[in-house]
């Protein structure tokens, strides 16, 4: 190689590093770090939804228990209660800063024996952090728990 070519060339290796961190090692960083808030939102909703359906099935159908007993489960992990939504027995899906939108009791307000209590809720998580909401994701799930056919219900 000669003296000129060398002259030309002298240089680019700090350029390739710069363009090299800039285009791959910052975007890996940035999805590798939004893999913990979206698994740890995975392991929230798993947890406060099978919360909500047995507080639900075991207070003989107190929705705003369960809705209150959920909301200090997301205040205490950090976590926006305006994010989660929640679906009751397959109703329409609703905040869980709000108040209930479906209900699980029949027509006199209380739950049948045998029958199943569902809760499907779901969160809206920032995939990449940074300050922007630009970059989101939801995950779900569903939790059935069987309302106790033994269990002593209050006859009105």
Same mark, same amino acid.
């Given at each position: 190689m000669r003296a000129s070519d060398r002259a030309r060339q002298s240089g680019t290796a700090a350029i390739e590093l710069v363009v090299g961190v800039a285009l791959i090692m910052v975007p890996m960083a940035? #999805? +590798?770090l939004s893999f913990a808030p979206l698994l740890e939102a995975r392991t929230f909703v798993r947890l406060a939804s099978a919360e909500m359906a047995r507080t639900i099935a075991i207070t003989d159908g107190d929705e705003l228990l369960a809705y209150q007993t959920v909301r200090d489960m997301a205040v205490n *992990? *950090? #976590?926006d209660p305006s994010m989660v939504e929640v679906a009751l027995c397959g109703g329409s899906e609703g905040a @869980?800063? !709000? +108040?209930p939108r479906s209900s699980c009791a029949d027509?006199? !307000? @209380? @739950?049948?024996r045998g029958t199943y209590v569902s809760v499907f809720m779901r969160i809206t998580v920032k995939v990449v952090p940074l300050y922007t909401d630009r970059f989101t994701i939801s995950t779900g799930y569903e939790h059935a728990e069987l309302v106790d056919q033994y269990r002593s219900i209050a006859q009105p």
């Open positions: 940035m #999805i +590798v *992990n *950090n #976590i @869980l800063a !709000g +108040v027509s006199d !307000g @209380l @739950l049948a």
